[in-house]
């Protein structure tokens, strides 16, 4: 069978565990980053599966229609929002997305990239960094964390493990979320904010982690981003979409919050620095490294070839379109 593995951008694949287990079959690895469907289907046409990492790339009406020969995705995560699921089930194409992030431990590899955030942009260390590269002395005076509040939004397995370090700094930590993650988070000792309108309002700095669908979509709100102090800080590791569009561009323009830290974007890949949030001084922008991590991509790829060869021998797993079999 022909396989395509599409988006890796850091080109990891090759070089995990897993990649020998398709011995015998072709495999064809694309590390470029891009957006234009036409791409995928450049890539992907003469082949029977495609391996996706994570959600990169989405896989649209238009993409499947032009992939006549494709039979069979598999997704790295249960995640696919991304994929035009009918499409693939009318026209036979299966689809397996099992598995969670890889790690396994709340401390996962999304919420240590939260605290890397956090910490740089209160002690301004990408900038003195540079500066000092440049010749200069440092400039700057940053923020302590300790007796400052920190406001989880959603305590989950990554809030909750923000949360748990925020305290160990010892910081005050808030939570908001609803009715589940409130009781998580009463059940470990943490306080939960008496009103939504206090959670933005008294937060030093807030972490959102909620995850993308269309019952999170503009849930943040510029009325929500407007509430928080001009000494603030905003970290979204999550999703871009959380944040209702254009609203926290045109806060930090505004000066609440005072600053921002992203490591996600409406439509990314983000090229040519092509996204007004990196033309700001008060925002510090990641490319969306919050899983980017060489276990957690064994983890996703061991659980995609797996899932390749579990198609191969009559026997698919992790199925979320179950009609599509035998379709082909």
């Known amino acids: 069978m022909k396989i395509a593995v599409i988006h890796d951008y850091a080109d990891v694949f090759r070089n995990t565990r897993?990649?020998?287990k398709l011995q015998g079959h072709e495999v064809v690895i694309h590390t470029d980053a891009y957006a234009d469907p036409q791409r995928v289907i450049k890539q992907v046409a003469s082949c029977d599966a495609v391996v996706l990492t994570q959600q990169r790339v989405p896989i649209t009406r238009q993409i499947v229609e032009g992939l006549p020969q494709l039979r069979f995705i598999s997704q790295t995560g249960r995640n696919v929002n991304h994929i035009d699921v009918a499409a693939c089930t009318e026209h036979g194409i299966v689809i397996?997305?099992?598995?969670?992030?890889?790690?396994?431990?709340?401390?996962?590899?999304?919420?240590?990239?939260?605290?890397?955030?956090i910490l740089a942009s209160l002690r301004r260390i990408p900038y003195e960094v540079e500066r000092f590269k440049q010749g200069h002395w440092h400039s700057?005076?940053?923020?302590?964390?300790?007796?400052?509040?920190?406001?989880i939004y959603a305590f989950g397995h990554i809030g909750g493990a923000v949360a748990r370090v925020g305290k160990a700094f010892g910081m005050k930590v808030i939570c908001w979320g609803r009715e589940g993650s409130t009781a998580r988070a009463k059940a470990e000792g943490f306080e939960v904010a008496a009103s939504r309108e206090e959670f933005f309002a008294n937060s030093d700095i807030i972490s959102l982690h909620l995850p993308g669908n269309k019952d999170t979509r503009g849930l943040v709100t510029a009325a929500d981003l407007a509430l928080m102090k001009p000494t603030a800080l905003l970290v979204n590791t999550s999703r871009a979409p959380i944040i209702a569009e254009g609203a926290l561009v045109e806060a930090l323009r505004k000066g609440r919050p005072g600053f921002a830290a992203v490591d996600v974007y409406e439509h990314e890949p983000v090229l040519g620095a092509d996204h007004p949030l990196l033309k700001m001084e008060n925002a510090l922008c990641t490319p969306h490294l919050g899983y980017a991590e060489q276990r957690s991509y064994e983890a996703l790829y061991k659980l995609a070839v797996d899932q390749v060869l579990a198609y191969v021998d009559g026997k698919p797993i992790h199925v979320i379109n179950p009609e599509a079999i035998g379709k082909r």
Do not use: K
Not at 101 to 117: H, I, V
Not at 140 to 151: S, Y
């Open 96 to 117: 397996s997305a099992g598995g969670g992030s890889g790690g396994g431990s709340p401390y996962s590899t999304t919420a240590e990239l939260a605290w890397g955030l």
């Open 140 to 151: 700057t005076v940053g923020t302590r964390l300790n007796g400052n509040t920190l406001g």
């Open 18 to 20: 897993a990649y020998p």
